[in-house]
């Protein structure tokens, strides 16, 4: 219950004081949350298999970056570059471990793709 009486007015001090503390919670919570982000996406991408949605190749996000399930059946006259070696089990994106059937994947954050999958981002993995 407030002590104010009904009608109270703050002052403008009384009201710039609300609002520069109101500023500075929103930017306080704005560079925590900012600051979260990379740790959440790097938990996230690197959850077990088993707790991570499979990508469904129609997702439209998968769509778009032209991934399948199976990298024997990309489309070569799309994909000149693929080769058969490219797969997730391959990528520097992939987050399984070598001998994994799936793992998850630093593009598609909360889902697992299978080691013979393959996408328009893959890259080799580093040695
Ligand atoms: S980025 Fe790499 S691991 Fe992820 S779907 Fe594409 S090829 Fe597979």
């Known amino acids: 219950m407030s002590l104010r009486p009904q009608h109270y007015q703050p002052s403008h001090e009384e ?13 306080h919570s704005g560079l ?18 088993a707790t991570l949605t499979p990508l469904d190749p129609n997702d439209p996000t998968a769509k778009a970056l032209g991934f399948v399930a199976d990298s024997a059946k990309v489309d070569a006259s799309a994909n000149p570059t693929h080769t058969a070696a490219q797969k997730c089990g391959t990528c520097a994106q992939f987050q399984g471990k070598a001998g994994d059937a799936t793992g998850g994947c630093n593009i598609f954050v909360g889902h697992s793709v299978p080691q013979g999958g393959w996408c328009k981002v893959w890259a080799q993995k580093p040695a």
């Open 15 to 27: 009201g710039f004081m609300q609002s520069k503390i109101s500023r500075r919670d929103l930017l």
């Open 32 to 49: 925590i949350a900012g600051s979260m982000a990379p740790v959440f996406g790097l938990l996230a991408s690197r959850a077990p298999a």
